[in-house]
């Protein structure tokens, strides 16, 4: 991510170990996706392989000593693409959500809302993000500038917390959590034909919704972050490949956050909860993705934690 900016709430600033627990959570997810982008750019063809494909095409003209030297080329290349397709495992972090639950018994609440702490937007080359009064604005336009697959993205990481104080009693000893946000505006997509000089054509997006609640433990040597809940939803919104024509997708306005239950809350600790709203990009051949005709506006709210039945 390049291009990340932090607002905060004054009235309630997030905690510094709770901001660093949120930040070993996602380098954590950070690994992860870098780990997928990778195995994704490896397994596609490269520029090189790509022209050569077009010069194997060409192969029944060349003269002898050219088609030999072109199938050589061809054999060093597929030994490169097999080597870079190897991935080498990586261990799973440590869980620490076999803890006991501490006793709970919290005093009737008045507030049973979580109260925002900070907002933290981020966005790749080419695409623009600013905090406004009304909320938070996304625009831009990447036009493809090669035949190899790029990855983009622009989003928010939003942070609240609701004390222990003020979370409310549960008699099934289960709680839900289900924010909302709104997204207003309108995104444009384009994709070229398919040649054998230019190759594939791709312009892909997805919105991803996270919501992923933690408390912090004591451990042996500090607090630890724990989540207690978490949600994901990806919904593909571009999968253009090859049309040459150009497609749009306006967004819904009220978008609810995949709600979590948790069933189980460590008494005597605040209950942390991250949102993340992301637009994922992927681009290839001749392509582009546009925030177009004006911006995307981002609006994201404050919810209450609720008993469960």
């Not at 660093?20 to 490269?46: L, M």
């Not at 003209?61 to 080498?88: G, Y």
């Not at 925002?116 to 996304?138: C, E, K, M, Q, T």
């Not at 996270?210 to 939803?233: C, K, M, N, W």
Request: glycine share 6%.
């Amino acid at each position: 991510m390049t291009g990340q900016h932090t607002r905060t709430n004054p009235h309630n600033p997030l905690p510094p170990e709770v901001a660093q627990g949120f930040e070993h959570i996602a380098a954590e997810e950070a690994a992860a996706t870098a780990r997928r982008i990778e195995i994704a750019k490896r397994a596609r063809p490269t520029q090189e392989e790509r022209d050569l494909d077009l010069e194997m095409a060409l192969l029944g003209r060349m003269p002898a000593a050219d088609a030999s030297d072109l199938r050589e080329r061809a054999s060093v290349l597929k030994a490169q693409q097999l080597e870079r397709l190897q991935v080498e495992d990586t261990p799973y972090p440590a869980s620490y959500a076999d803890r006991t639950p501490m006793e709970f018994e919290p005093p009737a609440p008045t507030d049973t809302q979580f109260w925002a702490a900070d907002w933290n937007w981020f966005a790749s080359p080419a695409f623009s993000v600013r905090g406004l009064a009304d909320g938070i604005h996304f625009s831009g336009k990447k036009t493809s500038d090669s035949g190899s697959l790029q990855f983009y993205n622009y989003g928010v990481k939003s942070r609240y917390g609701i004390s222990h104080d003020r979370i409310p009693p549960s008699a099934t000893g289960r709680w839900r959590s289900a924010p909302q946000v709104e997204l207003f505006g309108r995104l444009l997509t384009y994709t070229g034909a398919y040649d054998i000089f230019s190759g594939d054509c791709w312009s892909k997006c997805w919105i991803v919704r996270r919501q992923t609640l933690t408390q912090h433990l004591f451990g042996p040597s500090g607090p630890v972050p724990t989540v207690i809940g978490e949600a994901v939803d990806v919904q593909n919104i571009f999968h253009e490949e090859n049309r040459h024509a150009d497609r749009e997708f306006r967004l819904p306005g009220t978008q609810p956050m995949p709600s979590v239950v948790v069933n189980r809350i460590f008494g005597g600790l605040t209950v942390w909860a991250e949102l993340e709203v992301r637009f994922d990009i992927q681009l290839e051949g001749t392509a582009f993705h546009w925030i177009y005709p004006s911006d995307v506006l981002l609006r994201m709210f404050q919810w209450p934690l609720l008993p469960n039945a």
